[in-house]
Structures are given as C-alpha cells and as structure tokens.
Nanobody, 127 residues
Framework: QVRLVESGGGSVQSGGSLRLSCVAS????????MGWFRQVPGKEREGLLA???????SAADSVKGRFTISQDKAKNTLYLQMNNLKPEDTAMYYC?????????????????????WGQGTLVTVSS
C-alpha cells in the first residue's frame, strides 16, 4: 500500500522560499505520475506541478517561473521548491500519486481519480 507524507511547510514572509518534501513508502509503481496540489478553505483544489515516469513535467501558469518539481528516486521523495512566495500562495499543500497517467492528466487531478494523497502540509506567507 502506497503512503505519502508531506513535510516542509511553515510560515515565511513574502518573497521567501520553502521546499516541500513528499516521502513515498510502499511505492512500487513502474509507470506513474505524481503531483503537487494546494487548497484554500472554500476554494477548489488547484494542481500546481506534476511529473511522470517518462520524465515529463507539467505546470500551472500560476506557478511557472517560481515553483519547480523534482524527485529523488533513491529516496522515494518528491520535492516542491517554492521561490518568491506571495501571500496568495498561503494554502494547504498536498502531494498525490497514481499508477500510470501522464503529467498533464495528473496536474488536472486525474479526473478526480488520483489514487493516493498525502495528509498535507500548511504554508503561510505573510506580507
């Protein structure tokens, strides 16, 4: 059973940086997609960045040039590097994974069918 655990959230001032980590256990997918999402209470969940096992990545326009996604396969860890943070980036951040699926499909939430989600880590950006 795949389990995802996010960490690295916290409070930061506008213009600052954070790196979120998502450690996957029980991850045996040979083909997969993984992504980072965020959600603010009362708003829809937003896909930020995703990658797939073919090495392709997809990004939302809202974070292009500021956020990057990467993975360390040896550590079974997915990262989200966030630079030049803004108050509107304040949200709960989640990682998700799915067996099969391309990066774009993952970024769009897998049509509501992404298989595994982490519990989330809170990011607060103050002005």
């Amino acid at each position: 059973q795949v389990r995802l655990v996010e960490s690295g959230g916290g409070s930061v001032q506008s213009g600052g940086s954070l790196r979120l980590s998502c450690v996957a256990s029980g991850f045996t997918y040979r083909t997969y997609c993984m992504g980072w999402f965020r959600q603010v209470p009362g708003k829809e969940r937003e896909g930020l960045l995703a990658l797939d096992s073919d090495g392709k990545t997809s990004a939302a326009d809202s974070v292009k040039g500021r956020f990057t996604i990467s993975q360390d396969k040896a550590k079974n860890t997915l990262y989200l590097q966030m630079n030049n943070l803004k108050p509107e980036d304040t949200a709960m951040y989640y990682c998700a994974a799915h067996q099969n699926g391309g990066s774009w499909w993952c970024l769009k939430g897998g049509e509501g069918n992404l298989g595994v989600w982490g519990q989330g880590t809170l990011v607060t950006v103050s002005s």
